[in-house]
């Protein structure tokens, strides 16, 4: 009798093409969440990959609403109950693809040149979507699988999934699952299986420094009234110390130190000095010192500005003392740490250095606490099993240095981890003009899927 796995890998291989066409037409619906004439078109994306699921062959389609963009949802549940539950995560709006100008084919008119396919959502995430979707059909399509799965897909994880939280909050019966699966991630290179194993955090913040009532005459004013600008430059300068630490009061104080076991796999990553150097065009490399560029990214926690506006910034000249100073500041976080007690300790350091020459105002725009992934669970050694297996090395394990909510929701709501393995590349060019696919990748993630989820019942 053949083996159902090698079975079921021989069919994605001869159905490649047809699944690489499916995608494209995915691709074509230009579901861009943040544009509201774009309704139409991200409802069109929601029916399009409920089409898709059922024709897999999966049972209990639905397009529930959110108080936004609705969610798809689908399962088959079918292995038994003694068979583990896998939840896979994804989404199928996209980030407009502006500047077009940029682009050297129309971003929603699919493109293949060379190994790559071009268009807006191929690598993040429609590409990522279609390759669960596809490895569920080749074991659907050749035997039954081994597995029980739900797929929750989204439509508004471009804005920040702003509804989701209630909705999984409101449908956890539906939704109770072992461990999740997440390929909204990827991989350092084509030739470099990664696992991501843990996801930073944030806390987001306006700050507004306010002086004078009105903008005043910098020649008859300055020198005796504190410019807001220069207030808030101050306090932001003050906000890290000589070794590029962090200052706020206590907001070490849950972060997790670094075993040496761990820095010795995160050091197995090509992610060097002059990698980021390279990735940047930076002239040289700032940070936390006695941690390495890829520890920095991944482990550490940060405090970044993310934008600054205050007074006369047109061109030519125009000598005013600006009543009113704005930055807009950014933490990332580490597991242990709460975005709300980072709040805290924002406002505690604000308190203790603000000057009463000036007054200030925070508003809280946004925060997400950091997850993190056992290695030695039976989802993570599943995917690094499979990766191991179709490209013929280990697999890397990577602290991601960005957020994905969905990933620290599943946790606080559901109480499951997720195993995040996707296959798109950085140099993929998400959110940019030309984002692409590589399709080799690609078609070896499906493979991946594949083993992944028969190796989840070995």
Not at 105 to 116: A, I, L, Q, Y
Request: with cysteine; net charge negative; charged share 20%.
């Amino acid at each position: 009798m053949p083996d159902l796995k090698t079975v079921a890998i021989e069919y994605a291989f001869q159905n490649k093409q047809r699944f690489l066409s499916q995608l494209m037409d995915f691709i074509a619906i230009p579901s861009i969440s943040t544009d509201r004439e774009r309704t139409g078109d991200i409802q069109r994306a929601a029916e399009w990959i409920a089409t898709r699921l059922k024709n897999t062959g999966l049972q209990n389609i639905q397009i529930l609403l959110t108080g936004g963009h609705p969610v798809v949802f689908a399962e088959s549940i079918n292995a038994g109950e003694n068979a583990p539950t896998v939840l896979i995560y994804g989404h199928y709006d996209v980030q407009p693809p502006d500047p077009l100008n940029l682009w050297h084919s129309d971003p929603f008119k699919p493109e293949v040149r060379g190994e790559n396919l071009f268009a807006r959502g191929a690598s993040d995430m429609k590409g990522q979507v279609m390759a669960t979707i596809s490895a569920i059909e080749a074991i659907l399509h050749t035997s039954t699988l081994p597995i029980n799965i739900k797929f929750l897909i989204e439509g508004e994880e471009e804005i920040g999934s702003p509804n989701l939280g209630a909705f999984i909050s409101s449908h956890k019966d539906l939704l109770v699952s072992d461990f999740a699966l997440n390929p909204d991630t990827g991989m350092i290179s084509a030739d470099l299986p990664t696992i991501t194993y843990a996801l930073r955090g944030l806390a987001y913040f306006e700050l507004r420094v306010f002086g004078p009532d009105h903008d005043l005459h910098s020649g008859t004013f300055g020198g005796v009234v504190h410019n807001p600008a220069q207030a808030l430059c101050e306090l932001i300068t003050g906000m890290h110390d000589q070794q590029g630490q962090v200052t706020l009061p206590g907001f070490y104080n849950k972060v997790r130190d670094l075993d040496e076991t761990e820095r010795q796999e995160l050091a197995r990553l090509s992610m060097d000095e002059d990698f980021y150097m390279n990735q940047t065009g930076a002239p040289a490399l700032w940070g936390e010192e006695g941690y390495s560029p890829v520890e920095r990214t991944g482990a550490r926690p940060t405090l970044e500005v993310n934008g600054l506006n205050s007074g006369f910034t047109g061109e030519g000249s125009k000598t005013v003392l600006p009543s009113m100073a704005m930055a807009k500041i950014s933490t990332r976080l580490v597991p242990d740490q709460d975005p709300e007690e980072v709040h805290q300790q924002f406002l505690e350091y604000l308190r203790i250095n603000t000057p009463n020459t000036i007054r200030y105002e925070v508003i809280k725009l946004t925060g997400g606490t950091a997850s993190i992934s056992d290695l030695d669970s039976k989802g993570v050694q599943a995917m690094e099993s499979a990766l191991s297996d179709v490209w013929g090395k280990r697999p890397l394990f990577k602290r991601e240095g960005g957020s994905v909510p969905v990933v620290a929701q599943f946790q606080e709501l559901l109480n499951i981890e997720s195993v995040n393995c996707g296959f798109s590349l950085q140099d993929d060019n998400a959110h940019s003009p030309n984002e692409k696919l590589h399709l080799p990748t690609w078609y070896r993630g499906i493979e991946t899927y594949i083993r992944f989820f028969f190796n989840l019942v070995n």
